[in-house]
């Protein structure tokens, strides 16, 4: 039988994510190339250390809400294979935010533990910044398939719900971070992406009637099978303990 339009479609946008896949896995690497170009040629401005924090931060913010933008884009656009780029997403913001750490601890507070643990109890800045690294963390080290199959996937799932505390805390440190400059155009841009993807989510779980789950999120707490941790919500997943 003949396979009909939608589905041949739907066949050859799955095949040009998964071609553009990898290629969007390298451009991920693209800031962190420029910024060590322009180090190496003395292209950072007038205050590099700066430039290092402030991109590096930048980046990780933006791939965070572009990893939170996968699920609401994969189900408007009926786009499931969108499903395989959230991880590579997820853990490209954490690489940044880790550089953003390294380069505020080590070029800005030259690795004095003292002094960087005034700041977070000084600056609010700082100890939302750290905080949004801390929830961050286990996120980054549960990404792999092997943490997956070891939580189960409900355990895994509520695990990481976690993103979206990361993703309001670091809105609020940018904001925090540009409040002291009276400059909030940037971060209303980034608070308006948050705020839209936030809504989808309650929208999309509330339209499902999936409510309780959200929340609780327990194995027995909702109606459906856990879903696919990778965003696949179509089958539940097996695990095989063995080669089947
Ligand atoms: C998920 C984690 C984090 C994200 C997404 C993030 C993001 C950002 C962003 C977007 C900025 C503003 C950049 C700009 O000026 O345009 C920023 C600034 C900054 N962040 Fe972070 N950050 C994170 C964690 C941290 C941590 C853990 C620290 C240090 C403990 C930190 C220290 C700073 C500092 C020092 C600035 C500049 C603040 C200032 O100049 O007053 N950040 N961050």
Redesign the pocket.
């Known amino acids: 039988m003949a396979a009909g339009p939608a589905y041949n479609g739907a066949m050859s946008s799955t095949r040009l994510l998964n071609f553009l896949r990898p290629l969007a896995l390298l451009a991920c690497a693209l800031p962190l190339l420029a910024l060590l170009w322009a180090g190496q040629h003395d292209r950072l401005g007038s205050n590099p250390v700066?430039t290092l924090?402030?991109d590096t931060?930048?980046w990780?913010?933006r791939l965070?809400l572009a990893t939170l933008a996968v699920t609401p884009l994969r189900k408007l656009l009926g786009l499931p294979a969108l499903a395989r780029w959230r991880r590579f997403l997820g853990v490209w913001s954490l690489v940044y935010?880790l550089l953003?750490?390294a380069a505020?601890?080590w070029l800005?507070m030259a690795l004095d533990v003292g002094e960087i643990l005034r700041d977070?109890m000084t600056r609010p800045?700082?100890t939302v910044?750290?905080l949004?690294?801390a929830f961050?963390l286990p996120l980054g080290a549960t990404s792999f398939n092997q943490a997956i199959r070891h939580l189960g996937a409900a355990k895994w799932q509520r695990l990481h719900r976690l993103v979206y505390l990361?993703a309001i805390l670091?809105v609020l440190?940018?904001f925090l971070?540009k409040a002291?400059k009276n400059d909030f155009a940037?971060v209303s841009v980034h608070a308006a992406l948050l705020l839209a993807l936030l809504g989808w989510r309650v929208h999309d779980k509330w339209r499902r009637g999936d409510f309780k789950g959200f929340f609780s999120a327990s194995p027995h707490s909702c109606s459906h099978q856990p879903r696919h941790p990778m965003g696949a919500d179509i089958q539940p997943i097996v695990f095989h303990r063995k080669k089947p």
């Open positions: 700066e924090i402030s931060g930048e990780s913010l965070l935010a953003h750490f505020y601890a800005e977070v800045v700082i910044g750290l949004a690294l961050m990361v670091s440190h940018f971070k002291g940037e």
